[in-house]
């Protein structure tokens, strides 16, 4: 799995520089989709906001929920996304955002969605995909926390990047308490041990911290401060009711990553790193066992010379 900072590169690198430069748009290599995939909480959806704030960049919603009921029929679905397209090239740069996109590529409806309409955009997405050329700062990001549920070849087509959102590590975990506590008027004291808070916190999201973090941190214990200090017992109670993220969804995601074609592109580059590696440490051996064998011939013969002359 790729770090935060990884993430962070990874953004800026397919949204924000793309989006914000005009020349870095045209130069650079085009990236008309972007996918966020990871578990719940993770801040998929605050990375959009983020995209959106750093470029002032203007948000379209096309998410199943938000669409349900809206424009219904062949002919109000085309209208609608030629609409959305159109104004979105008009204000640009413009970021068009799918939540939940695996509903859009759904292998099996679900019962309780199949009112929704969750996959009317299908068919319609590549070819509007195709309508935007080189000129146009249009960026199509979608998020998921379930990949695994949509059909994987429709959905690698129209999502050409894929970006795994990790879980926060110890390092972002402890700096993720000090500010969630701080931001939300509370104080660091000696009696918050914030390291354990981020030893204990292992599996949890971002999301979890926060919510966390805003259930301790209420308006009558907030007025208790300065006789009753933080303590980490505090959060933790919180903590405890939440269901954090375990390792095998986290390997799910891993599996799933594996069998995409930016997934299978990268094992196949690893496995031929490797194999140059062994190939380079084969030569290296062979090259000596041969400097060795000559050197031991030269030794026969030498002694050989030597019991001539005795």
């Known amino acids: 799995m790729p770090s935060l900072t990884d993430v962070k590169q990874l953004i800026a690198l397919y949204g ?5 430069s ?25 990375l959009i906001h983020a995209l959106c704030t750093e470029t002032g960049a203007n948000l379209f919603n096309l998410s199943a929920t938000n669409i349900a009921g809206k424009y219904p029929g062949k002919a109000g679905l085309q209208m609608m996304l030629h609409m959305v397209f159109k104004v979105a090239k008009q204000l640009q740069p413009s970021v068009i955002w799918i939540g939940d996109t695996e509903k859009t590529f759904y292998k099996k409806v679900p019962k309780a969605e199949k009112e929704m309409e969750p996959k009317r955009l299908k068919k319609q997405l590549p070819k509007m995909l195709k309508s935007l050329k080189i000129e146009d700062r249009v960026l199509l990001v979608g ?6 549920d949509a059909d994987l070849k429709p959905l690698s087509r129209v999502y050409k990047k894929i970006v795994l959102v990790p879980r926060p590590d110890y390092a972002s975990r402890f700096v993720l308490w000090k500010h969630f506590i701080q931001e939300n008027g509370g104080c ?8 354990c808070l981020a030893q204990v916190s ?24 300065n006789k009753k200090p933080l303590m980490a017992v505090e959060f933790l109670t919180c903590l405890a009711k939440l269901n954090p993220v375990y390792k095998e969804e986290e390997e799910t995601f891993k ?16 496995a031929e790193n490797e194999d140059t590696g062994k190939g380079k440490g084969k030569g ?8 060795k064998e000559k050197e031991k011939k030269k030794e026969g013969k030498k002694g050989k010379k030597k019991k001539k002359k005795a």
């Open 255 to 270: 599996a799933w990553y594996a069998k995409t074609p930016l997934g299978k592109a990268r094992i196949k580059s690893m």
């Open 284 to 291: 290296k051996g062979k090259g000596k066992d041969k400097g």
């Open 16 to 20: 924000i520089l793309p989006l914000g």
């Open 188 to 195: 660091l004291s000696k009696p918050l041990n914030i390291s």
């Open 143 to 148: 998020t998921t926390k379930r990949p695994f």
């Open 22 to 46: 005009q020349s870095v748009h045209e130069k650079a290599p085009v990236v008309k989709a972007l996918l966020l995939a990871g578990p719940e909480g993770v801040g998929k959806k605050m």
């Open 202 to 225: 292992d599996g949890y999201t971002q999301g979890h911290i926060l919510k966390a973090v805003q259930a301790v941190l209420t308006e009558r214990r907030l007025m208790q401060l």
